[in-house]
Nanobody
Framework: QVQLVESGGGLVQAGGSLRLSCAAS????????MGWFRQAPGKEREIVVA????????YYADSVKGRFTISRDNAKNTVYLQMNNLAPEDTAIYFC?????????????????WGQGTQVTVSS
């Protein structure tokens, strides 16, 4: 059974940084695309970033390009999201996800491995 556990969320002022972690178990990390999604109050869940199993391919939503960086350590079965220059519009619950196909991650189609989410709040 796949389990994804996020950590690292919190309250930060605009312009600040946070680093989220997602610890995975029940899977061989290198075989899975990992992604971070977020959902703000009253809005639909959206993809933020994704990274291929070997770390060579990444996707960034336009809204976070140049500010967020996704990385992974397959030896630790862990994926990281470094978030810099945070803005109030980044406030959301951030979810980690795993899937075997990159297209599934980009479309959220068939992604059935999710973490419980971690709250990120950015004050102005």
């Amino acid at each position: 059974q796949v389990q994804l556990v996020e950590s690292g969320g919190g309250l930060v002022q605009a312009g600040g940084s946070l680093r989220l972690s997602c610890a995975a178990s029940g899977l061989i990390a290198s075989n899975y695309v990992m992604g971070w999604f977020r959902q703000a109050p009253g809005k639909e869940r959206e993809i933020v970033v994704a990274i291929s199993g070997n770390g060579k391919n990444t996707y960034y939503a336009d809204s976070v390009k140049g500010r967020f960086t996704i990385s992974r350590d397959n030896a630790k079965n862990t994926v990281y999201l470094q978030m810099n220059n945070l803005a109030p519009e980044d406030t959301a619950i951030y979810f980690c996800a795993a899937d075997s196909a990159f297209i599934n991650m980009l479309t959220m189609r068939g992604v059935n491995s999710w973490g419980q989410g971690t709250q990120v709040t950015v004050s102005s």
